[in-house]
């Protein structure tokens, strides 16, 4: 698995966790709301800083650069998982 391939699933697993089910049962496709080529494009740029906001059901989701990616203003992948008041 090439790491765009990471982390495109890594995004759906970040749904899936705050949807409290396995990514499999996602009501939806992540392509259906995203271009997930510009998200592999994005991922295979090692030199630039980026982000990506997108929105799907019920969610607003932004991938960072860095690894991080937040659903609903809370780190659900990344150096620190926070949630949006700053807690562990």
Do not use: K
Request: charged fraction near 25%; charge should be negative.
């Amino acid at each position: 698995m090439n790491p765009d391939d990471t982390l495109l699933h890594d995004i759906v697993r970040a749904l899936a966790t705050v949807e409290c089910c396995a990514p499999h049962e996602l009501q939806f496709a992540l392509h259906d709301y995203v271009d997930t080529t510009a998200i592999e494009r994005l991922a295979a740029m090692d030199d630039a800083e980026w982000s990506l906001s997108f929105d799907v059901p019920d969610h607003v989701v932004a991938v960072h650069s860095d690894g991080r990616i937040v659903v609903d203003d809370a780190v659900i992948h990344g150096e620190s998982e926070l949630d949006a008041s700053g807690s562990t």
